[in-house]
């Protein structure tokens, strides 16, 4: 799912967006949660407490809270890369707005038209999603809340399960090379431990040539899973790899 917030003091500019906003989320058929506030303190709060949010709308001047500037500062002390299009009214760019490297600035004339521009690039240059077709309809995950993707066969078709972080699954009727090739495009890292299961390195708490443990907890399906005889090794391999890279001697995650 996609998350797009505005936080804004403007309540026609922010009925725009959301119009803008949920014409596109038809448009490219795609699952998106829309969060509105005018305080800019409760968006922080929200965004502290709920986790990532994909594109955020924010005023210069919001209804209440600290200015937007201010408020995206403290945004990006938590996530450096967060997309924030800054809104003003004003001509003249602050410098300090400059500084935040923001993901663009929306004047408050404008339309439709270019809040959808903003969302076609959070999705167009991002490789963060893993796109998929489910049963409801076409839908875009964050690879760091995917901890692993498996097949599962029924008695007349088979289907393949995506695990979250968030305790939710999806279904999905992907083949695996389909799977596969996706996983490619988003450059995620994910390691093959059957030629059907794909698991997100951040979430390995053990692994060796023959089995794998999960982080306890961290999704709804199992927390133990088997690495075949052929790609056992290789998925051994490429998780010392990836922890050479990312880990640090105390465990931690650079």
């Known amino acids: 799912m996609i998350k797009i917030a505005v936080c804004d003091g403007v309540p026609s500019f922010t009925c725009l967006i959301g119009r803008a906003l949920s014409e596109w989320k ?12 005018k305080d800019s303190d409760d968006l922080i709060e929200m965004y502290n407490r709920f986790g990532h949010m994909d594109l955020i709308f924010m005023a210069l001047r919001p209804a209440r809270g600290p200015d937007g500037v201010t408020a995206a500062r ?12 800054f809104v003003t009214a004003e001509r003249l760019v602050d410098i300090e707005m400059v500084s935040l490297r923001p993901f663009g600035i929306l004047s408050l004339t404008a339309g439709t038209s270019e809040v959808k521009a903003f969302a076609d690039r959070c999705i167009q240059d991002s490789s963060r999603f893993f ?8 839908t875009a995950l964050l690879t760091d809340s995917i901890c ?10 088979r289907v393949v399960i995506i ?3 968030d305790g939710i699954s999806y279904m999905s009727y992907m083949s695996v090379r389909e799977v596969e090739a996706e996983l490619k495009r988003t450059g995620a890292g994910f390691i093959r431990i059957q030629n059907s299961c794909f698991v997100n390195p951040f979430y390995i708490f ?7 443990r999960l982080r306890q907890g961290c999704c709804s399906g199992d ?3 088997y690495c075949s005889r052929r790609y056992g090794r290789s998925a051994y391999r490429a998780y010392l790899e990836y922890a050479r890279k990312n880990i640090d001697s105390f465990g931690i995650a650079k």
Not at 74 to 85: F, H, P
Not at 148 to 157: A, L, Q, T
């Open 26 to 37: 038809y448009e490219r058929g795609l699952d998106v949660e829309f969060i509105k506030t």
């Open 74 to 85: 403290s945004l990006k002390k938590v996530d450096e890369n967060l997309r924030i299009v």
């Open 131 to 138: 796109i998929f077709s489910s049963g409801h309809g076409r």
């Open 148 to 157: 692993y993707i498996s097949k599962k066969d029924y008695p007349h078709y």
């Open 163 to 165: 695990y979250c972080n």
């Open 206 to 212: 053990h692994i060796n040539c023959s089995v794998l």
């Open 223 to 225: 927390t133990e899973l």
